[in-house]
């Protein structure tokens, strides 16, 4: 856990991210990746910069575009990648894919298929850590068209009353799959989906890793001090469609634009020049070790075997 703005390993994070998810594009259009794929490219601020206040204690909860959340808290690209090919070695035994990974060891619940899945799972392992008195605190990601969710504002609401160690972390990307939000959401402001609990609730710049991190560090901090839960609304956009081979024929050129000369990456790169803490040949350095670690996860998962089918009743229960 980091209580300072850590910006190299911030910078270290995304790149990664970004070179696994461009590996993913990449198997996916060859049609190895089974089913849908859900690329976070562009959004991967909102990862590192809140997952980089996390210690071993806490948990997270993620959502169908969720690979960078899995990433940035520890998992192995390899079994990452095996996993969304569907092969064995995969971290969740090559069952679950790209929308249902699970990674206990790195204190991740799972990415999560269901619009809002995270918020129930997070919430009750915040309340797990406050009865158990373990310290830790629990963060959930979710999409701004999860707000429009029943069980989200039962979360909000039941962590308020019980002053549970919980972030409720929107990534607001503007769309919930090939809608705009605005065209489906009431009311003036999604902030006030938290402020109404009596919560504190906070915009954050989610093109900025800094700026994430800083309102993260805030908010675990009131977690962890007895304070309760926070909502905090990152605004992002995902350069990629909704799911790999989306044309994204709905999205505003113009719009499109403004976004992606925001991009994460580069703009905290230029952070890292102007502060002195990273020179060009660094910064490409650091590029291409992401890009390898990225193209060996690919590799090994394509090179991975599939389950066996003796396997096939293992894991169950009823």
């Not at 562009?42 to 980089?52: H, M, Y």
């Not at 808290?73 to 995969?90: F, N, S, T, V």
Request: proline content about 5%.
């Amino acid at each position: 856990m980091s209580a300072l703005p850590d910006p190299l390993r911030l910078h270290r994070c995304m790149l990664l991210i970004r070179a696994f998810e461009e590996q993913v594009r990449r198997l996916a259009a060859a049609g190895l990746v089974p089913g849908l794929v859900h690329l976070c490219t562009g959004q991967e601020a909102v990862a590192a910069g809140a997952i980089v206040q996390l210690g071993p204690e806490d948990r997270i909860a993620s959502h169908h575009r969720g690979h960078g959340h899995c990433l940035a808290r520890g998992a192995d690209p390899r079994r990452l990648m095996a996993e969304i090919l569907g092969r064995a070695p995969g971290l969740s035994g090559g069952r679950g894919g790209s929308m249902h990974v699970y990674d206990a060891a790195s204190g991740n619940l799972g990415t999560n298929g269901i619009v809002g899945g995270a918020v129930p799972l997070a919430t009750g392992a915040a309340l797990a850590a406050q009865r158990q008195g373990s310290g830790g605190i629990a963060v959930a990601f979710f999409g701004d068209g999860a707000l429009n969710q029943g069980l989200v504002s039962e979360c909000m609401n039941m962590a308020a009353v019980w002053r549970l160690p919980v972030l409720f972390l929107c990534e607001h990307n503007g769309y919930g799959e090939f809608t705009a939000s605005a065209d489906v959401t009431a009311g003036p402001s999604l902030l006030a989906r938290g402020a109404v609990f009596g919560m504190p609730a906070e915009e954050v710049d989610g093109m900025d890793a800094l700026a994430v991190q800083q309102a993260v560090a805030g908010a675990a901090a009131r977690a962890r001090g007895g304070e309760g839960p926070s909502f905090l609304l990152c605004h992002t956009w995902r350069f990629s469609g909704h799911h790999a081979g989306d044309r994204q024929d709905y999205k505003d050129d113009e719009e499109t634009r403004r976004w992606r000369a925001r991009d994460p990456i580069p703009r905290l790169a230029a952070h890292l020049r102007a502060t002195g803490l990273a020179d060009d040949p660094a910064l490409a350095a650091m590029e291409a070790k992401a890009e390898r670690i990225a193209a060996d996860a690919a590799a090994f998962a394509r090179a991975a075997p599939e389950p066996e089918p003796a396997a096939l009743h293992q894991h169950l229960f009823a």
